[in-house]
């Protein structure tokens, strides 16, 4: 037999690019492939790129260059190392990768890396492959499944597109040009994955898609169903506690999706549900579709549902035009609503987007100011909302062992990493990790370390009741 050839992957950006990554792990595992952490062993580098502001796609030609460096040692020792360039920065730039980095084997964009080992072979032969066309057949129905044991060693929590692309064209966005027109997986496919994921561990799911909510899959009855309605057969699957969905569009919230909150304890209370912006005129020349006061009734309508519910957001500051009460529009919207956390950003043109040539940048200084400003806030929000957890015994789903001897490490509804010491609690009473990770159970919180909560299991978990004290020589 052949010794494994190793696979080394890095990913950058978004969620979708996690899951690709790990799918492009699962395509090369029947070539011989088994993946390194190091790039001095690897045969093969893949970049996992992502092109969403310009730090991320310049990002690329560095380590491009590290590679190259990396590929020249491993050839001195008679070894061949290939080089695979895959995500959004492939498919945006294409050939442009290999004129500036002739070390290139293989450009492969997202909705093609199932091609991948054909590529592979082809670049072996050949010197040079490039597949970044949108093929008419769906990826998804060529993946191999992930094997089992590749599930496990991924944890209790997994990843589940559902839908890729988007038709919003909001015109700072690349995503519609390198992800291309929104596609929905069907409804049995999901179930297939998730079914399989289940039996392996899985206990918490995230469906991922760049627009989520506009999921649109077809149903089992020939119907296109919604994501509420999705998530309300996958609560049914056994062996799944918690559901996620990300990311979404405040244009696609429905009636389903609301009621889906209202109906599923599985369905977590906590919803990124990007803004962007809180002025209406910025709004509008980022074809949003909608305003503040329609982003604010949307939210509304989570809460009236789910009291405790608590949402997360994306803004970008110093878009084309955006001026100082354009800005403070966005900081009062940020004030009203009350987040549990969100992301921002500087304005990044990108090329081929609309904003991309609207006259009236931002100046650079003015950008750096209002960020400041925005991220102050955003941060004295997360933090009073991590402080208020303090006190309060809260649900956790624990993951894994923690660093430290006896630590077990969990998230709250909210995402909040929470660590306890079950240990301290139930003296004498040695609980292995195992008996623990993919459990969902109280704990008192008594403090904050930065964004980690601490605190004391309040239960044993149910199947090892602790030994009464004389037992345990107290
Ligand atoms: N589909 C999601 C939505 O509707 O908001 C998010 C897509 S994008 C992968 C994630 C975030 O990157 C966006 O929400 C936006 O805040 C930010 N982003 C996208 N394009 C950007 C740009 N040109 N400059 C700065 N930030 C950008
Ligand atoms: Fe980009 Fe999201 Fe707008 Fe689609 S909805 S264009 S992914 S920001």
Known sequence: MAPPRKLHINSYGCQMNVYDAQRMVDVLAPEGFVETASVDDADLVILNTCHIREKASEKVYSELGRLRLARDEAAKGGRKMQIAVAGCVAQAEGEEIVRRQPAVDVVVGPQSYH?????????????????????????????????????????????????????????????????????????????????????????????????????????????????????????????????????????????????????????????????????????????????????????????????????????????????????????????????????????????????AEMPEMVPAAAMDERLERLQQLIDAQQSAFNKAAIGRTVDVLFERAGRKPGQIVGRTAYLQPAHVFPGHVFPGHVMAPDSIVGQVLPVRIDSLERYSLLGELAAMPPQQHAPPLAATGA
């Open 115 to 355: 091609h991948l080992p054909r590529l592979l072979a082809q670049a072996a032969q050949a010197g040079r492959a490039l597949e970044t066309e949108f093929p008419v057949a769906d990826k998804f129905g060529f993946l191999p499944q992930p094997r089992p044991e590749a599930i496990r060693a991924r944890g209790i929590s997994a990843f589940v597109t559902v839908q890729e692309g988007c038709d919003k064209f909001c015109t700072f966005c690349v995503v519609p040009y390198t992800r291309g027109a929104e596609v929905s997986r069907p409804v049995a496919a999901i179930l297939d994955d998730v079914a399989r994921l289940a039996d392996n561990g899985v206990r918490e799911l995230t469906l991922i898609g760049q627009n989520v909510n506009a999921y649109h899959g077809d149903g089992p009855d020939g119907r296109p169903w919604t994501l509420g309605r999705l998530l309300q057969r996958l609560a049914a699957v056994p062996g799944i506690v918690r559901l996620r969905y990300s990311t979404s569009h405040p244009n696609d919230v429905d009636d389903d999706l609301i009621a889906a909150h209202r109906d599923l304890d599985a369905l977590m209370p906590f919803v990124h549900l990007p803004v962007q912006s809180g002025s209406d005129r910025i709004l509008a020349a980022m074809n949003r579709r909608h305003t503040a006061a329609d982003y604010r009734r949307v939210i509304d309508r989570f809460r009236a549902v789910r009291p405790e519910i608590a949402f997360s957001s994306d803004f970008i500051v110093g878009f084309p035009g955006e001026t100082e009460a354009d800005f403070e529009a966005t900081l009062a919207l940020v004030t009203q609503i009350g987040y549990a956390g969100s992301y921002s950003f500087k304005y990044s043109p990108r090329p081929g987007t609309p904003a």
